[in-house]
Nanobody, 123 residues
Framework: VQLQASGGGLVQAGGSLRLSCAASGRTFSTYRMGWFRQAPGKEREFVAAISWTTYTYYADSVKGRFTISRDNAKNTVYLQMVSLKPEDTAVYYC??????????????????WGQGTQVTVSS
C-alpha cells in the first residue's frame, strides 16, 4: 500500500485547511487510518485516527477543531482543520494500520506511512 498526503500549505491563525491522504495498491476500507504530526525539534505525535467502522479518536490538543473522515470509495482519508493555531505548524503524516485492534494513538502500531505534507500557521 502506498499513501500520498496532500493539502498542506501556509495559512493565517484562525484559518482552515483540509488534508487528504490517498491510498493505492490495496483497498483500505477495512483498515484504521491515522494522522500524526511532527513540529521542528519535537517528536512525532498523534493527531487523529479513524477505524474501519468510522469510530474516531483525537488528541486533546485538536479536539473540537479537527475532524477526521474517510471515503472508502475513493480510498481517501481526510483531516479537516479549522481554527488553526501557530502551534499546529508541523509536517503532517498519514498512516495505515492493517489490524484495527491496536492502540490508535501509538505510531508504532501503524504499518504504512505517507510522505508528509507541511502545514504552516502564521500568527
Amino acid at each position: 500500500v502506498q499513501l500520498q498526503a496532500s493539502g498542506g500549505g501556509l495559512v493565517q491563525a484562525g484559518g482552515s485547511l483540509r488534508l487528504s491522504c490517498a491510498a493505492s495498491g490495496r483497498t483500505f476500507s477495512t483498515y484504521r487510518m491515522g494522522w500524526f504530526r511532527q513540529a521542528p525539534g519535537k517528536e512525532r505525535e498523534f493527531v487523529a485516527a479513524i477505524s474501519w467502522t468510522t469510530y474516531t479518536y483525537y488528541a486533546d490538543s485538536v479536539k473540537g477543531r479537527f475532524t477526521i473522515s474517510r471515503d472508502n470509495a475513493k480510498n481517501t482519508v481526510y483531516l479537516q482543520m479549522v481554527s488553526l493555531k501557530p502551534e499546529d505548524t508541523a509536517v503532517y503524516y498519514c498512516a495505515l494500520d492493517f489490524t484495527n485492534n491496536r492502540d490508535p494513538r501509538d505510531q508504532r502500531e501503524y504499518d504504512c506511512w505517507g510522505q508528509g505534507t507541511q502545514v504552516t500557521v502564521s500568527s
